[in-house]
Structure formats: structure tokens, C-alpha cells
């Protein structure tokens, strides 16, 4: 029976498949979601991780759940102008505020990102990749695109959120997918 439990946790956190949109208001028209509570989080601006922690009572941490080399899904390796069979840096955590996961968080690191000063990108820990980003004036966001999602699970997140950071030639994707607690 604890394993059941196990696969339920598992697939309740897991990345739903997600069309993204360059607006709030196209995505609205797929799923109203998206102008409720979680418009909010959708427009946050500077560091989510910032804004997450001002909102713990206790504490806030991160969850690494997978980090390593992989394949980039096709539309990721479009959107960095990346070929779709390179490898990339793929890193998937959770972002848990007072012991519960809030939102879960996929980037997609290109191997020439990882050079240079970007090494350090792979040894991030659990510390939050936002630090890093927000705390180099190097770097810069583009604009937000606003994802809804294909949930196949009730506690899996309805929405989200992705932007290019780009520093010169060098870019990483980051997407951030709201758990529903941040949608009702």
C-alpha cells in the first residue's frame, strides 16, 4: 500500500505536458484559470523565489528531483534556438514553503551556457537557481510566456510561467509551474 501512495505523490508533482503562449489574455481563452488568483504569480516580476519566501510562515527550501544531461523536449530546443538531439542541462526541483512543495521548476541549461562562468550552474545544489540569476547584472529576462497545462491529476499544477534569461550569446529556459494552492 505505501507504494500506491508513493505513485500518487509522483505523478501529483509531476511536469505536465504544457502549451505556452506569448500572452495572459491568449492563454485566458484556453483556460480562465489564468486571470483567477494565479494572475498574481503568472506577472510576478524579478525573482519568484524571492516573492515565495516572503510568503513562508517557517521556512523555505529547495527540492532537487532531477538534475543531469538530457534531452531537451523539441519545443525547449526551439525556443533556445538550440538543435532538438543536443543535450542540455536539465534541472527539475520543487520550491517548498513551509514544508510543502508551491511550485515546480524546470530549466533547461544549453551545454554553451555551461561554459565559462556558467559552470557553476551544474552545482547549484539546492540552492535557488534565482539567486544566482537575480544576484548577476549580467544577466537579463525576456518576456514571460504563460503556460496551461495538460494535467491528468487533480493536485497537478493548471498553470504556468516560462522566460529566456539570456546573457550575450548564452541563454537558459525556466519554467515555473504553480501547484493549484496558488490557483484557487
Not at 501512495?5 to 489574455?25: C, M, Q, V
Not at 525573482?47 to 538534475?67: A, K, Y
Not at 554553451?112 to 556558467?118: D, E, F, N, Q, R
Request: net charge positive; hydrophobic share 40%; proline share 9%.
Amino acid at each position: 500500500m505505501p507504494l500506491k501512495g508513493f505513485n500518487h505523490r509522483a505523478e501529483a508533482l509531476a511536469i505536465p505536458p504544457t502549451d505556452w503562449y506569448r500572452s495572459l489574455a491568449a492563454a485566458g481563452l484556453r483556460n480562465p484559470t489564468v486571470h483567477g488568483p494565479a494572475r498574481y504569480w503568472l506577472q510576478v516580476e524579478g525573482s519568484l523565489t524571492r516573492e515565495l519566501q516572503l510568503r513562508c510562515t517557517r521556512s523555505f527550501h529547495v527540492d532537487v528531483t532531477r538534475e543531469g544531461f538530457a534531452l531537451p523536449t523539441r519545443e525547449e530546443a526551439r525556443t533556445l534556438n538550440i538543435p532538438e538531439r543536443q543535450y542540455a542541462w536539465v534541472r527539475e526541483v520543487h520550491l517548498c514553503g513551509d514544508g510543502e512543495p508551491w511550485v515546480l521548476a524546470r530549466t533547461i541549461i544549453p551545454l554553451a551556457t555551461l561554459a565559462g562562468a556558467g559552470r557553476c550552474l551544474r552545482h547549484l545544489g539546492r540552492k535557488p537557481l534565482g539567486a544566482w540569476l537575480f544576484s548577476n547584472p549580467l544577466w537579463q529576462r525576456g518576456p514571460f510566456e504563460t503556460g496551461v497545462c495538460h494535467t491528468n491529476h487533480p493536485a497537478q499544477p493548471p498553470v504556468a510561467r516560462r522566460s529566456r534569461f539570456y546573457s550575450g550569446d548564452k541563454a537558459l529556459l525556466v519554467g515555473e509551474y504553480f501547484l493549484p494552492r496558488f490557483c484557487h
